[in-house]
């Protein structure tokens, strides 16, 4: 028997996490060969999400849980999932049935039969997203494969399962700043990439802004691309090319014709150009800094408030103190 470990990132879950279970469930009966083990990382919700997680965790004894201190982030939940999960396979699956556990069974035969070592999942739609988000999404996804090494599928999403030698070499790379989707691609291996149509969420809502996005696909670009660092080094080489002709222009002007006070306009533009591009070069750069600054410190990933362990020394006091 093969167990898979299904990890579920949650943050403000509680109205979804009841349909997840039972769907869960439904697969989970379809595939009687294995066993599973249900990992939900609680990443620092505000609402019932961690009751519910104990809940289930009462009365299901293959359900594990860990929650954060705070909200770390979708990226901490999965390193958290990774570490945590004991199973020979591991799933990384939405809370809100975005990522169908219908396709399990799929997956699971690619990875067991067809010589993968990870089976991965794309949308092919984006079928009730707004259109601007899609846009944009796609835009950096197109950018992504331009400047970085990593190979980016277009509407891949987190949802995956993978072997044991998947996971050991995902949590081999012990960075600070977790960008999954490249982190993935990375890793190499054999994956198998099934697709899908959108699905769209079964309860609450995203917690994804645009904002939140924007600065998701940065971290993504500084974590695996060093191309917009070349990128400013060319500019400012380019932008001294141009300076050293406009001096000599300026030299013989002044030699044939003599001096002349006009120009200051253009001048002005020129100066606020430069300057500009000089800003947004060390604002490149101070990004890349940043990160550097966050990874050398070796802060943890994230803090664990509370596991399953404690909620079962929790119930033994209850009962000690019930007998008392
Ligand atoms: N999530 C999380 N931490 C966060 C934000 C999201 O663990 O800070 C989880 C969320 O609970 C869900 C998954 O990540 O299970 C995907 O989030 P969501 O559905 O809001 O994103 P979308 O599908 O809209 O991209
Ligand atoms: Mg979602």
Request: hydrophobic share 40%; proline share 3%; aromatic share 12%.
């Amino acid at each position: 028997m093969k167990k898979i470990t299904v990890i579920v990132p949650c943050y403000n879950e509680e109205q979804a996490l009841h349909y997840f279970y039972e769907e869960m469930e439904r697969v989970a009966a379809q595939m009687p060969e294995n066993t599973f083990e249900y990992l939900f990382v609680d990443d620092g919700s505000r609402d019932g999400t961690l009751a519910v997680m104990r809940e289930l965790c009462a009365k299901d004894a293959r359900v594990r849980y860990v929650s954060f201190s705070r909200n770390f982030g979708k990226e901490a939940a999965i390193y958290a999932g990774l570490t945590h999960a004991t199973g020979d396979y591991v799933a990384i699956m939405d809370a809100d049935l975005q990522d169908p556990p219908l396709l399990l069974p799929e997956m699971y035969r690619a990875v067991t039969g067809e010589g993968y070592d990870s089976a991965a999942t794309r949308r092919v739609t984006r079928k009730g997203e707004p259109p601007i988000r899609s846009f944009f999404a796609r835009r950096f996804y197109t950018l992504m494969n331009k400047i970085s090494d990593v190979e980016l599928m277009d509407g891949a999403r987190d949802y995956r399962l993978m072997n044991r030698k998947y996971v050991d070499a995902l949590l081999s790379l012990q960075e600070y700043n977790r960008f999954s989707k490249g982190l993935f691609g990375w890793v190499g291996f054999r994956t198998k990439w099934i697709e899908f149509e959108n699905v769209e969420r079964i309860a609450g809502e995203t917690k994804w802004s645009f904002w939140k996005l924007f600065k998701y696909s940065l971290d993504g670009i500084v974590a695996f691309s060093s191309t917009p660092l070349y990128l400013s080094s060319i500019i400012g080489a380019g932008m001294c090319g141009v300076a050293m002709l406009a001096i000599v222009f300026i030299i013989v002007r002044q030699l044939l014709f003599g001096g002349s006070a006009y120009g200051w306009p253009s001048m002005a533009c020129i100066v606020i150009l430069i300057g500009g591009l000089q800003l947004l070069c060390i604002g490149i750069l101070g990004l890349y800094l940043s990160k550097a600054y966050l990874e050398v410190k070796h802060r943890p990933v994230y803090i664990v408030k509370e596991t399953e362990t404690d909620a079962v020394e929790r119930a033994g006091e209850d009962e000690c103190k019930r007998e008392e």
